[in-house]
């Protein structure tokens, strides 16, 4: 009996919680049908004497700190069952019945049936759960991707074809075809890629020397840009010079048919290299550094321009950078303000530009080099080079690198900001000469208001390159600050011809118009009364060139 309470006791001090799985979330578990019966045996085997002495037993274990002793820890199959703690509730010949499981469904018959086992996929977990490694081919190749085999055979075969023949190689006038045909270059590229061959100055070049250099060399697998700029840089530097440029300008002008009538002028075959090469610089060089990068290359629009003239007979239908016309009108410019032709300009000079559009202002800003410093090494007087860096922003002032030559000139503290205090300095010139004109003067406070309706900058009342750059209409804003033929122009112009010019060809730029008109006038003063009515056929026309 004693014993008998003492169990009971133990089982009254026993907390049921303690007893108590923890609460899983019931979204996570499925309902088992079992559950009403299995929590019934568990608390049958719960209110034996013998689970009563356990739990007890276990529970002061605990609370003195001492490892647990779980009776059945080292059970195994061969244990007695009357060395086991737990009592017996059920027969010894009675097993509980396996689950239920579809035979095809199994994944351990899904793995006897592939022959794969725990030994060769490991975890059957892991090997459930874990997807397939999918193998990403390489996407980016240093030098452009690999050449397919067959492309790379037919390249050989028809190098073979151009070499045939010519066991000792190909000399430099019969290497234009292989320039065009393999390499894909323009042809006046031909002489400078020669040479980039015959390191030894050997006069020739062997089918191994060229495989080597353009398939070994992996040249063939570039892009264009990068051909182009590989073929033409120095081999110790990453950028181009206007050095590096000179030797296909010089073919160019060797070859072209558009160019033919300048062979008996060598000065000016060289004027007009130099004025083609300035041109690229101003357009494509934009840090200003006089080194053009790979970037800028790739960037710009030289590339399709040089294909355009390799494939057009009339060099003057090549609008950018190539054009005969455009040249023309710049050199005659130019020839037109140095009276002395000494080949320098001073201000004096600059200010007669345009029948005096400029203001002393703008031109001072201009001596001071604070939008480009100066190439002609001569205190006070611009060269050739600054004048054409000059014309190109002042006749077309709706490109990026005229709206930057123009905002540093205005920009009197170099902040970054046009304020209206320095726009107002540069247009109380303007405001003068319109008085001294009889023209009826327009208050700058009415002028600062349209200009910031045109623009709308982000800040109010300040305008920054930015907000120039977004605008169609950038450039009337510093044509009312400094140029005034120019503004009055603006303030009069019909709109409707405007957007008719625009329509006609939409392709042309300001610089485009202003070079063909300027041409024409050109053309008529060479040549007198032959072209006196000014038609568009007369500028049509193949016209002898003045020089």
Same mark, same amino acid.
């Given at each position: 009996?004693?014993?008998?309470?003492?169990? !009971? @006791?133990?089982?009254? =001090? %026993?907390? /049921?919680?303690?007893?108590?799985?923890?609460?899983? $979330?019931? *979204? #996570?578990?499925?309902?088992?049908?079992?559950?009403?019966?299995?929590?019934?045996?568990?608390?049958?085997?719960?209110?034996?004497?013998?689970?009563?002495?356990?739990?007890?037993?276990?529970?002061?274990?605990?609370?003195?700190?001492?490892?647990?002793?779980?009776?059945?820890?080292?059970?195994?199959?061969? !244990? @007695?069952?009357?060395? =086991? %703690?737990? /009592?017996?509730?059920?027969?010894?010949?009675?097993? $509980?019945? *396996? #689950?239920?499981?579809?035979?095809?469904?199994?994944?351990?018959?899904?793995?006897?049936?592939?022959?794969?086992?725990?030994?060769?996929?490991?975890?059957?977990?892991?090997?459930?759960?874990?997807?397939?490694?999918?193998?990403?081919?390489?996407?980016?190749?240093?030098?452009?991707?690999?050449?397919?085999?067959?492309?790379?055979?037919?390249?050989?075969?028809?190098?073979?074809?151009?070499?045939?023949?010519?066991?000792?190689?190909?000399?430099?006038?019969?290497?234009?075809?292989?320039?065009?045909?393999?390499?894909?270059?323009?042809?006046?590229?031909?002489?400078?890629?020669?040479?980039?061959?015959?390191?030894?100055?050997?006069?020739?070049?062997?089918?191994?020397?060229?495989?080597?250099?353009?398939?070994?060399?992996?040249?063939?697998?570039?892009?264009?840009?990068?051909?182009?700029?590989?073929?033409?840089?120095?081999?110790?530097?990453?950028?181009?010079?206007?050095?590096?440029?000179?030797?296909?300008?010089?073919?160019?002008?060797?070859?072209?048919?558009?160019?033919?009538?300048?062979?008996?002028?060598?000065?000016?075959?060289?004027?007009?290299?130099?004025?083609?090469?300035?041109?690229?610089?101003?357009?494509?060089?934009?840090?200003?550094?006089?080194?053009?990068?790979?970037?800028?290359?790739?960037?710009?629009?030289?590339?399709?321009?040089?294909?355009?003239?390799?494939?057009?007979?009339?060099?003057?239908?090549?609008?950018?950078?190539?054009?005969?016309?455009?040249?023309?009108?710049?050199?005659?410019?130019?020839?037109?303000?140095?009276?002395?032709?000494?080949?320098?300009?001073?201000?004096?000079?600059?200010?007669?530009?345009?029948?005096?559009?400029?203001?002393?202002?703008?031109?001072?800003?201009?001596?001071?080099?604070?939008?480009?410093?100066?190439?002609?090494?001569?205190?006070?007087?611009?060269?050739?080079?600054?004048?054409?860096?000059?014309?190109?922003?002042?006749?077309?002032?709706?490109?990026?690198?005229?709206?930057?030559?123009?905002?540093?000139?205005?920009?009197?503290?170099?902040?970054?900001?046009?304020?209206?205090?320095?726009?107002?300095?540069?247009?109380?010139?303007?405001?003068?000469?319109?008085?001294?004109?009889?023209?009826?003067?327009?208050?700058?406070?009415?002028?600062?208001?349209?200009?910031?309706?045109?623009?709308?900058?982000?800040?109010?009342?300040?305008?920054?390159?930015?907000?120039?750059?977004?605008?169609?209409?950038?450039?009337?804003?510093?044509?009312?600050?400094?140029?005034?033929?120019?503004?009055?122009?603006?303030?009069?112009?019909?709109?409707?011809?405007?957007?008719?010019?625009?329509?006609?060809?939409?392709?042309?730029?300001?610089?485009?118009?202003?070079?063909?008109?300027?041409?024409?006038?050109?053309?008529?003063?060479?040549?007198?009364?032959?072209?006196?009515?000014?038609?568009?056929?007369?500028?049509?026309?193949?016209?002898?060139?003045?020089?």
């Amino acid at each position: 009996m004693d014993l008998g309470l003492g169990v !009971t @006791s133990d089982m009254a =001090s %026993v907390d /049921p919680d303690l007893l108590q799985l923890q609460d899983v $979330p019931m *979204l #996570s578990l499925k309902p088992n049908p079992y559950k009403a019966h299995i929590d019934e045996l568990f608390s049958q085997w719960l209110s034996l004497p013998e689970t009563a002495k356990m739990v007890t037993t276990l529970l002061e274990e605990a609370k003195a700190g001492s490892p647990l002793s779980v009776p059945g820890s080292s059970f195994n199959v061969n !244990t @007695s069952m009357s060395n =086991s %703690v737990l /009592p017996n509730m059920f027969p010894a010949v009675s097993t $509980p019945p *396996l #689950s239920p499981r579809s035979v095809s469904g199994s994944p351990r018959s899904l793995m006897r049936r592939h022959g794969a086992g725990p030994s060769s996929l490991g975890s059957p977990l892991k090997w459930a759960n874990e997807p397939a490694k999918e193998v990403i081919p390489q996407f980016y190749f240093h030098n452009g991707p690999p050449l397919p085999r067959e492309m790379a055979e037919r390249c050989l075969s028809r190098i073979n074809q151009l070499f045939f023949g010519h066991m000792d190689g190909l000399r430099v006038e019969e290497f234009k075809l292989l320039t065009k045909e393999i390499c894909k270059l323009p042809s006046f590229f031909s002489t400078t890629l020669f040479k980039k061959i015959d390191v030894d100055n050997t006069g020739v070049v062997t089918r191994d020397q060229f495989v080597r250099y353009w398939i070994d060399e992996k040249m063939v697998t570039m892009d264009l840009a990068t051909q182009i700029f590989t073929v033409l840089r120095q081999p110790d530097k990453n950028y181009l010079t206007q050095d590096d440029l000179k030797p296909i300008l010089r073919e160019l002008l060797a070859t072209h048919p558009g160019l033919e009538f300048l062979h008996s002028t060598q000065e000016f075959q060289e004027r007009y290299a130099e004025t083609v090469i300035y041109r690229i610089f101003y357009y494509i060089n934009r840090s200003g550094n006089g080194h053009i990068t790979l970037r800028e290359l790739k960037r710009g629009n030289l590339i399709p321009a040089m294909q355009h003239v390799d494939e057009e007979e009339d060099i003057n239908k090549v609008l950018k950078y190539f054009s005969y016309e455009h040249f023309y009108v710049i050199y005659c410019k130019f020839w037109e303000l140095d009276t002395d032709h000494d080949f320098l300009i001073d201000k004096e000079n600059l200010l007669r530009y345009g029948n005096h559009a400029l203001t002393y202002r703008i031109v001072d800003r201009i001596f001071s080099q604070v939008p480009r410093k100066f190439t002609s090494n001569v205190e006070g007087k611009m060269g050739y080079e600054d004048f054409v860096y000059f014309m190109l922003s002042e006749e077309d002032k709706s490109s990026e690198p005229s709206l930057e030559y123009w905002f540093k000139c205005v920009d009197l503290d170099g902040n970054g900001v046009l304020t209206p205090n320095e726009m107002q300095f540069f247009y109380e010139e303007q405001l003068h000469r319109m008085e001294c004109m009889a023209q009826e003067p327009v208050l700058f406070e009415d002028i600062l208001c349209q200009m910031v309706d045109m623009i709308a900058p982000e800040k109010e009342w300040l305008f920054t390159l930015r907000d120039l750059k977004r605008c169609k209409l950038s450039g009337s804003v510093f044509n009312i600050l400094f140029n005034l033929n120019k503004f009055m122009a603006f303030e009069t112009r019909d709109p409707f011809l405007i957007r008719q010019q625009e329509r006609e060809d939409p392709t042309l730029t300001e610089w485009d118009r202003f070079a063909h008109k300027e041409y024409i006038r050109l053309s008529m003063e060479e040549d007198g009364e032959d072209a006196s009515n000014g038609s568009a056929e007369v500028w049509d026309e193949s016209l002898e060139a003045p020089f």
